[in-house]
């Protein structure tokens, strides 16, 4: 029952909370009460069984210890008038694009853009501060501090999840992409834990950029996010084997690449590129679709992925760019060439506990011939991270070497 609660929960808490902020306001409150449903749930679930309507239940449950909570506060009185408090009776069905609005509402401008980011992922995405920090490659006490600062922020700016309207899309959608691509990327590639996908956040991600494109669907950059975010799920089943360790790109069998999600990514991204600016969203996905459509891995166009890297460190320069194109240069102009790029990454505060730059300097180490140095950053970068199969494949990658 365990895992199948979580499964729930993951699930159902950004429905859950939608729902709550929708009607009541006071995200902060709301957020204390859907944890305590879970909490309700885990001593109920197992003995009564799960619910015909899990999600009516957290909702009602949750309604009903943010009320009491409201209520005995007398300092918010005037709050509980306004907001026209009351447990609700039936089954609480909240609309089906709840997620959607309060990543909206996270998106908030009187925040700044690391902390939309950060609260939206823990709101919709469920995602932990430890998860959260990883991503930003901050420490966890940092983020813990963002994600407190941008609650009493919003609570402060009077931000209701009703006020969110279709006039706030333009002025939002930024940073709700870069929210969908984190959440996704999160799925996609956990940071932490037993397994080395989760596919729960990858289809959540998908599904809200689904919804956000058909609200804005002149926006070329939200069709780009949608079709790198397909073009990379479509080859989910081959990154693991039955072991659930990790399988390297070069080695995937290419005939359990999803060729349905490739071909809606590949369409999306070709109806978008000639109707505006070109932007970081959509240099991914044309990457991806360039990886997609080899096939084999030596078929792949590495000078065209190496040209589209150059545009996208144009378009959005940072350090993880820069790592990512090291590799389409090792593959056009030798494994010295990437190593130059990355060692000066070595330095950067940025990567300094991010394991994949130690993994990617390994492989190019390893195809340079310095095997010493190769096993050296291998065991490194298994050290720095925090996900098992990754970890598993990096020893194994260090021992091969080492044989």
Not at 272 to 281: I, Y
Not at 380 to 395: H, K, V
Request: hydrophobic share 45%; with cysteine; charged share 25%.
């Amino acid at each position: 029952m365990d895992g199948e609660l979580e499964d729930v929960w993951r699930r159902e808490s950004p429905h859950v909370l939608g729902a709550l902020v929708r009607r009541y306001g006071h995200f902060d409150a709301c957020e204390d009460a859907v944890q305590e449903a879970l909490l309700a749930a885990a001593v109920h679930w197992p003995r009564e069984g799960l619910p015909a309507n899990p999600r009516g239940w957290l909702i009602r449950a949750a309604s009903r210890r943010l009320v009491d909570a409201l209520r005995s506060d007398r300092a918010r009185i005037d709050r509980e008038s306004d907001a026209g408090l009351h447990v609700p009776t039936g089954a609480a069905v909240p609309g089906s694009d709840d997620s959607l609005h309060v990543l909206l509402l996270c998106c908030h401008p009187s925040l700044a853009p690391a902390s939309q980011v950060a609260l939206t992922l823990r709101a919709v995405g469920g995602l932990t501060t430890e998860q959260i920090a990883a991503a930003f490659l901050v420490p966890v006490a940092t983020m813990g501090q963002r994600i407190s600062r941008a609650k009493a922020r919003l609570s402060a700016a009077g931000a209701r999840l009703g006020d969110v309207t279709a006039a706030d899309l333009p002025e939002r959608v930024g940073a709700a992409r870069q929210v969908l691509y984190l959440i996704f990327n999160e799925g996609y590639a956990a940071s932490g834990g037993a397994d080395l996908v989760d596919v729960s956040l990858t289809a959540e991600a998908i599904r809200l950029a689904r919804e956000l494109r058909r609200r804005l669907p002149s926006d070329t950059e939200t069709a780009g996010l949608l079709a790198l975010m397909l073009l990379t799920e479509a080859r989910r089943a081959a990154r693991t084997d039955g072991r659930g360790d990790l399988v390297p790109l070069a080695d995937q069998d290419r005939s359990r690449w999803d060729r349905a999600l490739v071909a809606e990514g590949v369409a999306l991204l070709e109806a978008a590129l000639p109707s505006g600016p070109v932007g970081p969203f959509q240099l991914q996905a044309a990457i991806a679709a360039v990886h997609d459509e080899a096939g084999a891995y030596a078929d792949t166009d590495w000078l065209q992925i190496a040209e589209l890297y150059r545009m996208l460190q144009a378009a959005a320069p940072g350090p993880v760019v820069t790592m990512n194109r090291a590799v389409a240069v090792a593959m056009t102009e030798g494994p010295d060439a990437g190593l130059a790029m990355l060692d000066p990454l070595l330095r950067e505060p940025a990567l300094e506990r991010a394991h994949r730059l130690h993994a990617v300097r390994a492989h190019l180490l390893e195809r340079a011939g310095r095997l010493p140095e190769a096993r050296d950053a291998f065991h490194e970068a298994a050290r720095l991270a925090t996900s098992t199969p990754e970890q598993r494949y990096l020893l194994k990658k260090a021992a091969t070497i080492a044989e």
